[in-house]
């Protein structure tokens, strides 16, 4: 089970030349603790850059809503509850991180410091600008904002309308705040050095012969058990740090973890390491997911579930999965 982390060791010259370089992914909030390190940055608005501004493309904003039926009157831009009339207000922490947001020249504007979350380029920059765009939300309509991490699940009023920035659904978090349907279901995946043989693999019945290792207790491990059923014996280990200490010294071929947790190793702990691919999830209430942070009984968090549900069933939110946590984070998913 993956929980969300900042990483403030990295340099950011480093972080920024893993996110550039060939094939390689970066998420280095995301790791295996569950207590993320509190920003200093203090929240600000941040208004759309002139790529956002632009007219929008099918990368950065859907279409129309699916269908009247598909989303109340009363969510729709005009009518909907916002902070401010006609506006979406969009909040995320910063530096907002590829593969979920992204810059088109390497430069982001500020305030943001790696990402550009205004731009739809990422996973989530294309999440948010595709909700918005369901209930009836232009580019232009949209201000983004910046809110540390904590802060956005915490008890009390909020400076958004709804945030993201990889905030896993907990029971806990969800007594403080409103926390939405899944917009992602973590997919579990397996990291391994570049030059083993298993970076070949392209299935999960490739993953077979090789000798995996997961931390103790978690669901990488049941994936291990369950989906690979490897000839060799399964390595367990008391942290991830452990099984990345077992990479490094060949004992194992990979670590089987989740993905967000696979972007933090391949971007800052396990150099020359890429993600072999990631196993299909199968979405459900029980299944760990990235939820939507809203104002505690906000009018706005229904309307965000007809969103999230409309873009699920017309196909849209699995594109831009598949776009952006696959296609271009060099991570594709392991068919049986």
């Known amino acids: 089970m993956h929980t969300r982390i900042r990483l403030l060791a990295v340099p950011l010259a480093?972080?920024?030349?893993?996110?550039?370089?060939?094939?390689a992914t970066t998420a280095p909030r995301i790791g295996p603790a569950s207590n993320a390190v509190p920003s200093a940055t203090a929240a600000q608005p941040a208004a759309p850059s002139a790529a956002a501004s632009a007219a929008a493309s099918p990368a950065a904003v859907a279409s129309a809503p699916a269908s009247a039926a598909a989303i109340a009157a009363g969510c729709l831009k005009g009518q909907a509850q916002t902070l401010?009339?006609?506006?979406?207000?969009?909040?995320?922490?910063?530096?907002a991180y590829p593969p979920y947001f992204a810059t088109d020249s390497g430069t982001p504007p500020k305030p943001w410091k790696l990402g550009d979350p205004t731009n739809g380029?990422?996973?989530?920059?294309?999440?948010a600008y595709a909700v918005a765009g369901q209930l009836g939300f232009g580019t232009s309509d949209v201000t983004w904002t910046v809110v540390p991490f904590d802060n956005s699940y915490a008890p009390g009023k909020?400076?958004?309308?709804?945030y993201l920035a990889q905030v896993s659904y907990t029971p806990q978090r969800a007594t403080?705040?409103?926390?939405?349907?899944g917009y992602y279901f973590v997919a579990q995946s397996v990291v391994a050095l570049k030059g083993n043989p298993?970076?070949?693999?392209?299935?999960?019945?490739?993953?077979?012969?090789?000798?995996?290792?997961?931390?103790?207790?978690?669901?990488?491990?049941?994936?291990i058990k369950t989906l690979v059923a490897p000839t060799a014996p399964i390595s367990v280990y008391s942290s991830n740090d452990a099984a990345i200490e077992a990479v490094?010294?060949?004992q194992i071929d990979g670590i089987v973890t989740d993905l967000p947790t696979a972007f933090y190793i391949t971007a800052a702990q396990l150099d020359n390491s890429v993600i072999v691919g990631q196993f299909p999830v199968t979405p459900g209430p029980d299944a760990e997911h990235f939820s939507l942070v809203l104002a505690k009984g906000s009018p706005l968090t229904t309307c965000v579930n007809q969103a999230i549900a409309a873009l699920q069933a017309s196909g849209r939110l699995a594109q831009i999965t598949t776009?952006?946590?696959?296609?271009?984070?060099?991570?594709?998913v392991l068919q049986p």
Do not use: H
């Open 14 to 23: 480093a972080v920024l030349l893993a996110a550039c370089g060939a094939g």
């Open 158 to 162: 909020k400076s958004f309308d709804f």
């Open 84 to 95: 401010v009339s006609g506006k979406l207000t969009i909040g995320t922490d910063n530096p």
């Open 198 to 223: 298993i970076t070949s693999a392209k299935s999960i019945s490739d993953l077979k012969p090789y000798k995996l290792g997961a931390m103790q207790g978690t669901t990488a491990y049941t994936a």
């Open 248 to 250: 490094k010294a060949k």
């Open 323 to 332: 776009e952006w946590l696959s296609d271009k984070a060099s991570a594709p």
């Open 176 to 181: 403080a705040v409103d926390m939405s349907d």
């Open 121 to 127: 380029q990422g996973f989530e920059s294309a999440v």
